[in-house]
């Protein structure tokens, strides 16, 4: 079982940046592909970004392009998300899961950290 904590949320003024974490406790962490989640009020969850297990491939939904960016260090079981420009439409909860299986399924789910935007 692979636990997965979250932290760096808060708020930020729209244009401001943020950097999330999200550490793994196993020793297996650097065979899992990550991801980045969010959830706004009200809103289904989306997904945001993941990365290979190596790091050397990422992936973003459109509207974080050019803006965010995922990274891995698996010396820390660490994720990070690295997060510029940031706009109100960003805030939600973050959540990072890792994908055990690689068939998109991830398993394993942190409890989410808060991101607020304000405009």
């Known amino acids: 079982q692979e636990q997965l904590v979250e932290s760096g949320g808060g708020l930020v003024q729209a244009g401001g940046s943020l950097r999330l974490s999200c550490a793994a406790s196993g020793r297996t962490f650097s065979r899992y592909i990550m991801g980045w989640f969010r959830q706004a009020p009200g809103k289904e969850r989306e997904f945001v970004a993941h990365?290979?297990?190596?790091?050397?491939?990422?992936s973003y939904t459109d509207s974080v392009k050019g803006r965010f960016t995922i990274s891995r260090d698996n010396a820390k079981n660490t994720v990070y998300l690295q997060m510029n420009s940031l706009k109100p439409e960003d805030t939600a909860l973050y959540y990072c899961a890792a994908d055990r299986s690689k068939t998109g399924s991830y398993e394993y789910w942190g409890q989410g950290t808060q991101v607020t935007v304000s405009s």
């Open positions: 990365i290979s297990e190596s790091g050397r491939r990422t």
